[in-house]
């Protein structure tokens, strides 16, 4: 059966439960009053839809939830992304390190603002950026490291900024520290501080999978740069009087529901743990199963739940493992997320040469079967049970677990 880099397989058959959900946060009368509110104060030739109020608030309860000092609103996390490393003003040979287990767009925005994209090793254990890695690439061309808190596991952006502080840039100073939040809205970091308050700028997404949500779309940067900080509102709004900008605005509508969702997040995010925590708990017998690890104080989010299948496994075990789940079970799972420039053409010719081992080699074992916390009791048990039974119709054909 055929596979891509994201899911497999791609089954022709019907799945009782869907690779992934289609939505993350979820909304109640809350935000439907919210959204009649907003409708009911546009209705008026005079006021119109204009946004400048509702996003101004969003804003500063956003600002306030994360502890930084100020927050700027986005149509969404990609274009915030974008704004960011525009106003880092990237040159010709400016180098920016990631992690290569990523989502391709943190990866394709620096590749986009002319950046030269250079792919650490993740850590072994939460699949995040690994700290002595970056620093092994880092250099006299090093103006930015992006940290993505993968799948809402959260990094310790201190260790990063610290790092930073160590290899200046020659004209620049330290290295900017940009965050890729857009699965961990709500988390805390290993000092305390909300997601948003470390680093020069950290980006969320409000996306429909994500963990609150802004009617599909909706994004939001966060920084203690002042200057950071009116240059991204010059560049969502046409570049204010003097320079290049567009329209990347959110609506009226998008703010007051971002404000209900906000409000509801901690609540939203503690089921999701919780579903978590008790999926890891029934399948912790299993030894073929390495399974996410459980980091406390909001430490991870869980926006997947996923497994690595054992080394003996990678690829084509993971894939069996994969085909077996849907096909016999109904099961659907998601490789969230293949190695960047395995799966990405621009992106594998833009860091051509470069390897990542340990990524390929993490990344060919992952696998996450789908999670949320509104699924029924005997949605969650068909997974529970399915990855169970699916391991022990493959383990006879497979090397056994180290």
């Not at 700290?131 to 061309?141: K, Q, V």
């Not at 840039?169 to 805390?188: T, W």
């Not at 919780?274 to 073929?288: W, Y």
Request: hydrophobic residues 40%; contains cysteine; neutral net charge.
């Amino acid at each position: 059966m055929p596979t891509n880099p994201s899911t497999v397989p791609r089954t022709a058959g019907p799945l009782k439960v869907p690779v992934e959900p289609a939505q993350g946060g979820w909304y109640t009368a809350a935000e439907y009053d919210a959204v009649r509110l907003a409708v009911t104060a546009s209705d008026d030739w005079r006021t119109g839809w204009r946004s400048a109020e509702y996003v101004s608030g969003f804003e500063d309860a956003f600002a306030d939830y994360t502890g930084a000092s100020r927050a700027v609103a986005f149509n969404s996390g990609g274009t915030a992304l974008e704004m960011v490393l525009r106003a880092l003003a990237i040159r010709s040979g400016d180098e920016v390190i990631s992690c290569a287990i990523n989502f391709v767009g943190p990866h394709l925005a620096v590749i986009g603002q002319g950046g030269r994209l250079l792919l650490a090793e993740p850590d072994p254990r939460t699949l995040n950026l690994d700290a002595a890695d970056t620093e092994r690439l880092m250099g006299p061309h090093t103006r930015a490291i992006l940290i993505t808190h993968w799948n809402g596991a959260i990094a310790d952006i201190r260790r990063f900024t610290e790092l930073a502080a160590l290899h200046p840039h020659p004209v620049h100073g330290p290295p900017a520290v940009i965050v890729d939040a857009a699965r961990a809205c709500g988390g805390r970091t290993p000092s305390g501080k909300r997601v948003g308050a470390e680093g020069w700028a950290t980006v969320f997404s409000f996306e429909s999978k994500k963990l609150m949500t802004t009617f599909g779309q909706g994004g939001m940067v966060t920084t203690g740069d002042h200057d950071l900080a009116e240059r991204l509102r010059a560049l969502r709004t046409y570049g204010g009087r003097d320079g290049w900008g567009t329209n990347q605005m959110l609506t009226k509508i998008q703010a007051a529901v971002g404000l209900v969702q906000l409000a509801r997040l901690d609540g939203m995010n503690a089921a999701r743990i919780s579903r978590a925590h008790e999926r890891t708990a029934a399948l912790t017998d299993i030894p073929e199963l390495v399974l996410p690890p459980m980091l406390g104080e909001s430490r991870h989010l869980y926006y997947r739940h996923n497994l690595l299948v054992p080394p003996s496994w990678a690829g084509e075990g993971r894939d069996e493992l994969m085909n077996v789940l849907a096909t016999r079970y109904g099961v659907g799972s998601i490789i969230s997320d293949p190695v960047t420039y395995l799966g990405h053409g621009l992106i594998r010719a833009h860091t051509a040469g470069q390897q990542c081992p340990r990524a390929e080699q993490l990344a060919a074992r992952l696998l996450c079967p789908c999670l949320h916390p509104r699924m029924e009791p005997a949605d969650e048990d068909l997974v529970r049970d399915s990855v169970r039974a699916a391991i022990t119709d493959i383990a006879c054909t497979r090397p056994a677990a180290a």
